[in-house]
Nanobody
């Protein structure tokens, strides 16, 4: 399993931007599909988006499509979540997760076998 660490969370005003990073240990980072999830207070964790092993394909939940962008730098073992036009409803703890088995993306939490500890994102209106 790969170890993941998220960073970059914080407090921003609505309409602002943040970039989250997901750093990974290990030499085989490009063997993993990386997904981003979030959990708002009192709600279940939800899928945000995912990126393919090469970074050539990305997938997003409808709620963030057009505002969030996922990218990866396999040489740096890092995946990024660029979040623009942030809304108060984007407030949540954001998690990255790694799927070492599948060749195509998945939005099911159970398909991801490694998780980071999460980073808090708070959007003020």
């Amino acid at each position: 399993q790969v170890q993941l660490v998220e960073s970059g969370g914080g407090l921003v005003q609505a309409g602002g931007s943040l970039r989250l990073s997901c750093g990974a240990s290990g030499r085989t980072f490009n063997n993993y599909i990386i997904g981003w999830f979030r959990q708002a207070p009192g709600k279940e964790r939800e899928f945000v988006g995912a990126i393919s092993r090469s970074g050539g394909n990305t997938y997003y939940a409808d709620s963030v499509k057009g505002r969030f962008t996922i990218s990866r730098d396999n040489a740096k073992n890092t995946v990024y979540l660029q979040m623009d036009s942030l809304k108060p409803e984007d407030t949540a703890v954001y998690y990255c997760a790694a799927d070492s088995i599948r060749w195509t993306w998945t939005m099911r939490e159970a398909d991801y076998d490694s998780w980071g500890q999460g980073t808090q994102v708070t959007i003020e209106s």
